[in-house]
Structure formats: structure tokens, C-alpha cells
């Protein structure tokens, strides 16, 4: 160095030192004087190694060294740990020493740290990242764009990206398309663009993927391109689009068993579950049925069985009322059949209609996913189950009214008949009376004769109308007997409680409870007008019905067969008169859950359950189709009514679901109440 070049070395604003061959000062500018903490007249004339050797060592290695003995410049990086300072440190050898330059470059420091740390996030990332130059050729890809694509970079890198959409066979519109992004986020139209393409990945899977294009600040690439893959959210909002259409279709139908076929087809097509079935609470019965189930469920079972409570993992989750998850049935206990060929399961609740249950063959099968989805699905379900029991309760409402209107009519045909017909036998009574004796007739401008009536001859009290006159010679008696009143009062009495029975609507009843036959029978028996001895029960049973209503029903049934019995059939009280018998069940038959139930799939072989009543009356029934029901039928025509008869045991069956036949039997005749499907022999 000359004393020349020392004003210029003192202008710069890196740190410089000369150095001898001896390796003493001989120069330093006022940064050199600043980063080594001292002076020129201090350091001149001293040999480096002597004034630093801490320093030498550790920031300044071989590299001096090299330098003066091969006479290269050499460049290294140091860092100034007080000075929390990167340096960029170059010596460069003469034949009198070396020329130290030390520039700061802290900043260069920090930004290649910032590009290491974001290239290692870019690898490690999933997603496909690619940046092009202006030129549009590929400047970089991470590994993700290298698995995307199935090439590896260095058959990339420098090519244009017109490569890409190639290998992912993303078609020419999607390409045109992804092209136009680029430029407009090139030129600056916009800051960020992304477009959703079909492609095909490495593996020749049909994929969907989003790229999202930003700008870029780098010395090489202008605009980076991020891919990832959206299939599964591409196809779960396909799902979720796809289910709203289905609940139009579950809320158009208002039959039950529609409303589940439809549900648990949409989960094998739309959901992928192939193993799927749908049951219902059977109110009555307390169990669940199937009612609807895949195809896949048919070959693998061979149908869906019944479950009792409570029986299985799907009782459990019925009861709990949320859905449950099992990712390995093998480490489940409480399982239906601790042989299925079922790995996993997911069983939804749908309210307090019933449950729907898919399941696989594998364990692990099903994800959250899964599980929001079929959510879904069964809450559409629940709600088209509640709008299609609201529309039956209508339809039976209105039924029932319609129903109602022609029972009052009937009501009032009975009404008007048989009172008509109780008063036309007090007035012809009266007539033939008056014609014989002349008392109680009157004609014109003459007195009319005062009347008695006296039902109870032995009192000494009469009841006497005078009109016109005080003479008591003439006293008429009511023609008809006592015995005779007494049965008119009985008949109409009778009319009357039926009456009230129907305005009670007949057709209506209350909670099903478990009722023992025998002892309804007697109950029945006792308040009828049947003698209690002349009833028969075949065999104890048990049924569930409404205990008061059925109770009406037996004794209204008695009543009837009491009033076709002739006198001679009614001294022999010691003879039966009515034998009841079970239907459809044999005397060793009693049901047990270990049973094989009944499945959907399979053909039912339960019998018509139910009761007979077998009467010995000589008089045939009337038909309660025509005595009520038929509004078209002329009731002057029909045989002596006591009553509204069997058409008040119909309507109790009916209101059961259950069904009356009557037909002839050998000396007398035979009453069937059928479908009663909780009859079960003691």
C-alpha cells in the first residue's frame, strides 16, 4: 500500500487493514479502528498475531495464511459476536503484505437464512410449488410438484411450463385457462388468481386439483405456482350438494319405508356404503324392524335381522341417541353376533324413529368425514320421518272425521228407529186399550176421562189426571205390564251407553298395556247381560290393547250374543253358551329372544294371530257394515235393534288394527277378531 491509495481506503465504508509480510499493521481506516476496538497509533508497527491471537484464531483461520504464502486472494465469512455482525472478510497478497477488506453483510445473511428456512418449508410441505421466470420457464420445484407430476426436477427445471398440464393430462381448456392466471398475475392485473382443474395423478388416478399463481420478488422467478390437491374437498361439497337434493326427494314422499330405502340408497351410491339397513321403532311390538337395506347387506347376511332390547351395539346407541363410531369391532364388546364379518361400523340415530347403521369389512373404514356426512343423511331422514307421521295424523284425522260423520248419522238412524219403535208399541198399546174399553177416548165438545198409571199394583197410591171433572169411576191402567217397561227402559238405557261410547269416538285408543285374556273375559262377563258360567276361555293368553277398551269390547260382544238367545237357551244357564279360542298359536308355542327373528329379505312365516268367539245363539248376528257403516241401508228394515251392537266391537278392533269376520258355525255362529299380533299363550 502507498500513502497514495490512504485517502482513498479512509472514503470507503468497509473496514480495511494493511498488513507486512510479518504480518505487522501497517495501515488501518477508521471503520478497521472501529470493529477491532482500536487505534492506528496503537496497532501500527505490531504484529497481528501478538495483539489478537484469540481473535486471529477463531475469526481469522488459515486463510491469511494461504493468502501470503501462495499469493491468492482468499474470501471468507466471519461474525462478529459483540457486534452481532456478519462480515464478508477478503485478503489479497503483494509482495510487500496483504489488503484486508471486511464488508458487512449481516443482511445477505439474514435473507439466505430467510430463503434456507422457506426452502425447507417448501420441501416439507404437501403441496405442489413451482416457480417460473418471465420467460415462463421453470426456475424451481419442491419434491411435492416432483410425486405430482411422477418426474424428477432436473427434467424440469429450464423447461416451459406448457410441461405441466402435459404429464398431469390436464385438458387444453384448463391449460388455456391456468396460462391466462399466469399473465395476469405477471403483469400485475391482479395480485393472486387461482383455477380448479381436473387432473391425473402419477398413478393415474382421476384427481382434482386448485393452483393458485402469486407474484414473486427474486433474482430468477417472477411467479410462483401452488398446486394442491381438493379432491376430498371437491368431492365432500359434491356430497353435501348431492344430499340436499336428496332431502327434496325424502320430503316428497310421505311413506316411511320409501323415505328409508331412499335414504340408505343414497348412502351406498352417494356415500360409498355398500353395507347399510335402516330400522324402526315398532311402537306396539318394542322392537326394532328393518325396514330397508343395500344390496351389499342382502349378500353378506342374507338379510337384516330383528332387534329386541336390548340386543346389540345398535339398542345401546338407539337409547343413547348419539351417533357412534366403532374402528374395530373385534375389541367391541356387546356385539349382536360376536361372528360378523363386520370390521367397523358407524350407527346413527335418526331421533326416536329408529337407527341407521352402515358398516365394512375392514376395520378403520370410516373417518370424521364419514361421520358429518351420514350425520346429515339421518337428519334429513328424522325430518322426513316427522313430516311423513304429521301427514298419516292428518290423513287419519281426516278419515277419522269422515268416518265420524257417517257413524252419527247411523247414530242417528238407530236413534230414531228404535225410539220410534219403543213409542209406536206405547201408542198402539194405547189404541188397542182405548178401542176395547172406550175409556180414554173423547169426541168433541165431551170430557176427556182421567188416566192411572200404575206399575206397582200393590201400592195404594194413584196417580190421577182430572180434567173437567172430579169422578174417579173411570181409572184406565197402563196396558203395558211391568216386565215389558222394564225391558223398553233396559233397551233404551243400553242405546244410550252405546251412544256415549260412540261420541267418545270408538276409533281412538289409549296406551297398550299387557293384559291377561282370562281375566278380561271374567271382567267382561260380569257386567254383561251374559250369565258368567256360560263363558268359556279355551286357553290362559296375554295380549297388549287399551285394558279399558278391550274390556268393552268383550262385553259389548256378550251383549249381543245375549240378545239372540231364546228363552229356552236362557234356562239352561248351566250349559256354555260361549267358548272363546285362541288363533293362530299352539298350546306349547311361547316366544322367547333366543328365537329366530323375522328379516327383511326373507319370507315371514307368522300366522294370523287372534280369538274366536263361538256362540251357540240361535239367532244369527246382524252384520255392523249394515247396521252402522252402510249409510245407504233403510234401518226400518233391519230386525229388532237393541243397541248399536258388534258395529261397537268392529270399531274397537279396528282401532287395535286388528279384524272382525263373523260366520256361521255349527249351531250357532262364530265371531274372529284376527291380527293380534301380541297374543301370546300362558
Not at 193 to 198: G, L
Not at 257 to 282: F, K, R, T, Y
Not at 381 to 393: G, H, I, K, M, P
Not at 413 to 429: E, Y
Amino acid at each position: 500500500m502507498t500513502l497514495r491509495s490512504v485517502p482513498v481506503v479512509d472514503r470507503i465504508t468497509d473496514a480495511f487493514f494493511a498488513l507486512d509480510t510479518d504480518f505487522r499493521f501497517t495501515y488501518l481506516n477508521d471503520r478497521a479502528e472501529t470493529l477491532l476496538e482500536r487505534s492506528r497509533t496503537d496497532l501500527i508497527g505490531r504484529v497481528m498475531w501478538d495483539e489478537f491471537p484469540q481473535t486471529v484464531e477463531t475469526q481469522f483461520p488459515d486463510g491469511f495464511h494461504r493468502a501470503m504464502e501462495k499469493q491468492v486472494s482468499v474470501s471468507f465469512d466471519i461474525y462478529h459476536a459483540r457486534l452481532e455482525t456478519w462480515f464478508e472478510t477478503t485478503a489479497y497478497p503483494s509482495e510487500g503484505g496483504l489488503s484486508v477488506y471486511m464488508r458487512d453483510v449481516t443482511e445477505r445473511k439474514e435473507q439466505e437464512r430467510v430463503i434456507a428456512q422457506h426452502a425447507a418449508v417448501v420441501e416439507a410441505i404437501s403441496d405442489a410449488i413451482i416457480t417460473l421466470n418471465r420467460n415462463r420457464e421453470i426456475v424451481s420445484v419442491n419434491e411435492a410438484m416432483e410425486s405430482f407430476l411422477g418426474v424428477d426436477r432436473t427434467e424440469l427445471i429450464g423447461e416451459h411450463v406448457e410441461i405441466v398440464p402435459e404429464l398431469a393430462e390436464i385438458g387444453d381448456e384448463h391449460a388455456v385457462e391456468m396460462g391466462r392466471a399466469i399473465t395476469d398475475v405477471d403483469i400485475g392485473t391482479a395480485d393472486t388468481r387461482h383455477v380448479e382443474v381436473p387432473f391425473t395423478d402419477a398413478q393415474g388416478t382421476d384427481r382434482m386439483g386448485e393452483f393458485r399463481f402469486v407474484p414473486i420478488e427474486d433474482n430468477n422467478a417472477t411467479v410462483a405456482g401452488v398446486m394442491r390437491d381438493i379432491t376430498d374437498q371437491y368431492e365432500y361439497e359434491r356430497i353435501a350438494a348431492s344430499l340436499h337434493e336428496i332431502t327434496r326427494w325424502l320430503l316428497e314422499s310421505d311413506d316411511p319405508e320409501e323415505i328409508c330405502s331412499i335414504a340408505v340408497h343414497a348412502g351406498s351410491d352417494l356415500l360409498n356404503l355398500p353395507i347399510s339397513g335402516i330400522w324402526l321403532l315398532d311402537e306396539e311390538q318394542g322392537y326394532l324392524d328393518p325396514v330397508a337395506g343395500t344390496a351389499g347387506a342382502y349378500e353378506e347376511f342374507g338379510g337384516l335381522p330383528r332387534f329386541n332390547p336390548p340386543q346389540g351395539l345398535i339398542w345401546d346407541v338407539f337409547e343413547a341417541g348419539e351417533v357412534e363410531r366403532f374402528d374395530d369391532l373385534s375389541e367391541v364388546d356387546g356385539l349382536y353376533n360376536d361372528e360378523t364379518p363386520l370390521q367397523s361400523e358407524v350407527i346413527a340415530p335418526i331421533g326416536t324413529h329408529g337407527v341407521l347403521m352402515t358398516g365394512s369389512l375392514q376395520p378403520d373404514r370410516f373417518d370424521e368425514t364419514d361421520v358429518e356426512l351420514l350425520s346429515t343423511l339421518v337428519e334429513n331422514t328424522r325430518a322426513a320421518l316427522d313430516r311423513a307421521d304429521r301427514e298419516q295424523l292428518l290423513r287419519e284425522r281426516t278419515s277419522d272425521l269422515e268416518r265420524q260423520t257417517e257413524r252419527l248419522e247411523g247414530i242417528a238412524d238407530v236413534l230414531s228407529t228404535d225410539l220410534k219403535r219403543q213409542l209406536d208399541a206405547v201408542a198402539d198399546a194405547l189404541e188397542d186399550e182405548r178401542a176395547q174399553t172406550g175409556v180414554g177416548s173423547s169426541t168433541e165438545g165431551e170430557a176427556t176421562t182421567s188416566i192411572n198409571i200404575d206399575t206397582k199394583p200393590d201400592t195404594d197410591t194413584d196417580t190421577n189426571t182430572n180434567t173437567n171433572s172430579g169422578n174417579n169411576d173411570d181409572v184406565w191402567e197402563f196396558p203395558l205390564a211391568e216386565d215389558s217397561v222394564t225391558t223398553m227402559l233396559d233397551r233404551t238405557e243400553r242405546l244410550v251407553d252405546d251412544v256415549r261410547e260412540f261420541a267418545r269416538n270408538a276409533t281412538a285408543v289409549g296406551p297398550r298395556n299387557r293384559i291377561l285374556l282370562e281375566q278380561a273375559v271374567n271382567t267382561a262377563a260380569a257386567t254383561s247381560r251374559l250369565d258368567a258360567d256360560a263363558v268359556k276361555l279355551e286357553q290362559p293368553a296375554v295380549l297388549r290393547a287399551d285394558a279399558e277398551r278391550f274390556t268393552r269390547l268383550l262385553e259389548t260382544a256378550f251383549d249381543d250374543i245375549a240378545d239372540r238367545i231364546d228363552e229356552q237357551e236362557t234356562a239352561a244357564s248351566n250349559e256354555t253358551v260361549v267358548q272363546i279360542d285362541l288363533l293362530g298359536v299352539s298350546p306349547d308355542e311361547q316366544s322367547t329372544h333366543d328365537q329366530q327373528q323375522a328379516v327383511i329379505g326373507t319370507e315371514s312365516t307368522d300366522r294370523s294371530r287372534g280369538f274366536a268367539l263361538v256362540d251357540t245363539a240361535a239367532l244369527a248376528p246382524t252384520d255392523p257394515a249394515d247396521r252402522i257403516f252402510d249409510t245407504e241401508s233403510d234401518p226400518t228394515e233391519s230386525e229388532t235393534v237393541d243397541g248399536l251392537g258388534l258395529a261397537l266391537v268392529r270399531a274397537i278392533a279396528n282401532a287395535h288394527d286388528w279384524t272382525l269376520s263373523i260366520d256361521s258355525a255349527e249351531n250357532g255362529t262364530r265371531i274372529e277378531i284376527q291380527d293380534v299380533t301380541t297374543l301370546e299363550p300362558l
